[in-house]
């Protein structure tokens, strides 16, 4: 027994995706198509993406976001377990990789439920909040890259509705948040909004060591 939380083992690991993972094969063969690319290691894990999908039932989410789409797993875990009537703005600055993500967003039957803007995210969350859509997010995902957190972040907060999830990854950085090499920007810019998520109001918090540190923000 333990008070504090398990270290893994890749033994325990396994046991753990043994017993409880349950990947659609659509995830399953885009985690194999994406498996053969060199930013592979880039998608989250399945099991996150499980609990993500569960997170989007439990708060009822409707109107979500991702920044940092890549080849779709993400978008596709978040898409699945929206309602019928449910939707997903995907951002991205690359037009490549999610080339692949819409050839499964397709073969899922979820294609309609997503509008992919191709841009530097930044400009297209300004863009939602300008359009007038602050306040009626149910659900997002930050997960592009790292300097871009804290305005992700910030831009996030206004577009939630009270009550809306933000979940941010990368948030352990394999480890290195505990003591960055001084030029690694990434990791630094992630110890700071870690540092700032601590201590800010505005949301309720949860950091859960899944993947790669996946931060759970809940607005007020
Ligand atoms: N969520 C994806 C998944 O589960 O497969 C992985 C996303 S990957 C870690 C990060 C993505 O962010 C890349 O596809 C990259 O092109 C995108 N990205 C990087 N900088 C960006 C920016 N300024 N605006 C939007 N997307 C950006
Ligand atoms: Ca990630």
Known sequence: MSNKTLNLTDKV???LLSVS???PEVLKELRAETARMPGAQMQIAPEQGQFMALLIELIGARKTLEIGVYTGYSS????????ADGSLVACDI???APQIAQKYWQKAGVVDKIELRIAPALQTLDKLIAEDKAG??????IDADKEGYPNYYERCLILLRQGGLIAI???LRNGRVVAPALDDKATLAICALNEKLHHDE???LSMIPIG????LARKK
């Open 13 to 15: 690991y396994e046991y």
């Open 212 to 215: 790669d540190g996946l931060t």
């Open 136 to 141: 009626s997010f149910d659900f997002a995902f």
């Open 169 to 171: 990854d990368n948030t």
């Open 21 to 23: 993972l349950r990947e």
């Open 94 to 96: 690359d037009a490549k």
């Open 202 to 204: 505005r949301v309720s």
């Open 76 to 83: 596709l875990v978040v898409a699945l377990a929206l309602p």
